[in-house]
């Protein structure tokens, strides 16, 4: 097992190399939510580079339907275009409305077709999440035919 953490614009006075001197190897960084980009996605994926960090990324869902799930993937796509991740680009569904308002299918539906949009444009894909989420809110194994999964 790898030593990793996440990094958005709620991080911003992390030193990276002093992280890396105390055992972090990997960096995942917001790209962003919704459809609007982290606004310290530039400089988080910098300072990663700079200390050596292999990085990738993480996109917030705030979908609600198979086709706003599609919007966030072109926005998460245009976002992340300049850079060269080693790890995978995770999509991350933790909000309430989606828990709440969206059934099991709906949910799955979601992430496959986020990371199926991904793939397409030739990154890796996979869902962050926590084991209650992969176990009482999602088809798991349907999740797990389409993408890698990180567990927090």
């Keep these: 097992m790898k030593n990793g953490i996440d990094i958005s614009l709620f991080q911003t006075g ?17 790209a962003g939510i919704g459809t ?33 799930a599609v919007v966030e993937a072109k926005a998460c796509i245009a976002a992340i275009e300049p850079f060269q991740p080693a790890f995978p680009i995770f999509y991350d569904m933790e909000e309430q409305t989606q828990l709440i308002e969206l059934d099991t299918y709906t949910r799955t539906s979601i992430i496959s077709v986020f990371c199926e949009e991904l793939i397409k444009a030739g990154y890796m894909a996979g869902v962050y999440s926590n084991p209650s989420m992969l176990n009482d809110y999602l ?8 993408a890698g999964l990180l567990h927090f």
Excluded: Q
């Design 14 to 30: 992390i030193d990276l190399n002093k992280a890396k001197c105390e055992g972090v190897e990997f960096v995942i960084i917001r």
């Design 36 to 68: 609007i980009m982290d606004k310290e996605l530039v400089i988080n994926t910098l300072k990663a580079s700079a200390a050596e960090l292999p990085y990738g990324f993480y996109w917030h869902s705030m979908a609600l339907s198979v086709e706003e």
């Design 139 to 146: 088809d798991r194994p349907k999740i797990s035919s389409v």
